[in-house]
DNA sequence: ATTGTGACTGGAAGCGTTTTCATTTTTCGT
DNA sequence: ACGAAAAATGAAAACGCTTCCAGTCACAAT
């Protein structure tokens, strides 16, 4: 396997010469950029990683930490972080943390510290304090996406604001029976979003002043089988129905959707439902919802990290709130008319 | 930042003990080892990957490359994969190359071949024989995980036999009126998966003596989205309907059933379907499918690899089927008496 | 007492680049 | 055409480890 010092001794160049010319770092004449690369090809010669990454401290590298890569969410973000990695050149390292908190402190330890990346992309993830002073202590670059991450640089939607306007939504619809989805309790230590979301939904109900019903406030696992076996509870039990809906994902959405269809409601007629990110599906199921571009967000995250990078300078940490889009189609309507308001 | 030579200050040894003290190799007294620890935890000492790579010339990382990673099949196997990489210390680095063939040349070039990865699993990921041919040459381990991969071991399942069985079970419950819903030709290049799975379809229906209508070959993208559009036209368009369908994937299956639903068809009383896969979903739609377990494949294929880079010699190159199971749900059914049998 | 054996240990030579620094060559204003 | 500034070059010093090699030491076998 060819090394740089073969490359130079074929180009006539020096090693230093032919690492400026490969690298495009420096002044390099044109002539001797042209040989390096001549020889190189002709080698077949590649840099190594970890050779290159040694000598000048830059890693190419950016490790991303997800809790699963299945969720919708968090595979539409590395889709769109590993795209724009891509293309500039960088590779990512996959973080699952999904299986508890063993795992997640070892690979914030072993992995991330061993001095193997970058900087560090974290998509829902919520630190604990000295986890984050661990990571700003090693002077990398971290964002977050969709957590709070109190000292990094985070992207993240208004989650408390749409799911307001979610609410509301339904509410000027004419609904006031409004039944709210939330995530999983079990989510709720990493994953500080369901209640932001709940909390949303509940501010726009009391400033209409509706009832939030207790027994209308559920939880399941932002996965569409989860929801569905507690939005089947929901509507299989009450005598008297929700006529709306809000939940806290599409997939969730989706989940209540087929819930409604086996007990032969309708949707919109008889029960309409909302819900928030943008989910392909959603299409599908003519499903209202807030449409918050994930990969664009994992993009962003990336070239607000490479900016860092090249910068140098630790860019303040800023909180973008990434815009989210009202995406209005057939699972919403105005409630049966034979449906008694609440109050 | 402290270095191993800190370690070694503090620790009152050589350089080279305490290497071989954390790294477990060699001999080393109890003593020093112990002192190495702690004089290392006491720093907040871990070991630089690059240097200890450049070094040692092992990597602890191996490279994962899928077309996509939204899709079901790919982000199982990727998640299996990633567990058990992370358990046995290894990195994981992610290749997403959906975007056509430029992107995956460069990842080939630049990045595999770039000495940072031990070793390589291709996901559903059909190479050039020179592509292959050059992953072979630098001596990395290869295992392909559902697609072929000459000269490499593999992992797959047995797509024409399970197709052929799947087909089977709906001709057993007295169906002839089958259609079969296959994945789209933009996969066919990477991925020849489809015309296996179609194959298999075809050898039952002509063993049973059943036609194979061309109209009921329809074709989807392997999503839900697209089999739904998909099916729509099959189930909206013709007069005389299939009384089954068999989707070459769980989510086609799965937007068959929704396509269904909206034409009023009930599934199965008036249209039976099967699919492929395992998907979680498959409870929530009763479906019947044969499922093969994308996460032990993907778990399955870090084993081998790993057992292959620690065992040091290339394990031949062994083509390993994975067991699938069938599983009957509600979706498939005998056909409505009313349905004229063809033939 | 002598030698052999094997466990430990430390010095030092890499691993394959990048980058600094000093040096040489080129360019350009006048 | 001359000197100064800019551009291009090469030697060599890092980068932070692993591992070879030779040497020390304790202990058992002769």
Known sequence: MPGIKDVAERAGLSIATVSRALSGKGNVSPRSRERARAAAAELGFVLSYHASSLASGRNHNVGVVVPSVHRWFFSSVVEGVSATLLDAGYDLTLYNVSEGQERRHSVLNDFLLRKRVDAVIAVSLE????????????????????????????????????????????????????????????????????????????KAMREAGLDVRSEWQLSADFTIQGAYASARQLLGSSPERPTAVFA???????????????????????????????????????????????????????????????????????????????IIRSSTAVPPVDAAPIR
Do not use: C
């Not at 086996?262 to 309409?272: A, E, H, K, T, Y």
């Open 127 to 202: 630190l604990s304090e000295a986890e984050i002073a661990q990571l700003l202590a090693i002077h990398r670059p971290i964002v977050g996406i969709g957590g709070p991450l109190p000292g990094a640089s985070t992207i993240r939607i208004n989650d408390s604001g749409i799911a307001e306007a979610a609410a509301r939504h339904l509410i000027q619809l004419g609904h006031s029976r409004i039944a709210h989805m939330t995530g999983d309790a079990a989510y709720e230590k990493d994953f500080r979003l369901p209640g932001t979301r709940q909390a949303g939904f509940k």
């Open 248 to 326: 806290a994902s599409d997939e969730m959405a989706i989940g209540t959707i087929l819930a409604a269809r086996d007990f032969g409601l309708r949707v919109p007629q008889d029960l309409s439902v909302i819900g928030i990110d943008g989910h392909e599906l959603g299409e599908v199921f003519g499903l209202t919802t807030i449409d918050q571009d994930a990969r664009g967000q994992g993009a962003l995250a990336v070239r607000r990290l490479l900016a860092g990078l090249d910068g140098g300078s630790d860019p303040a940490a800023t909180d973008t709130e990434y815009p989210t889009r009202f």
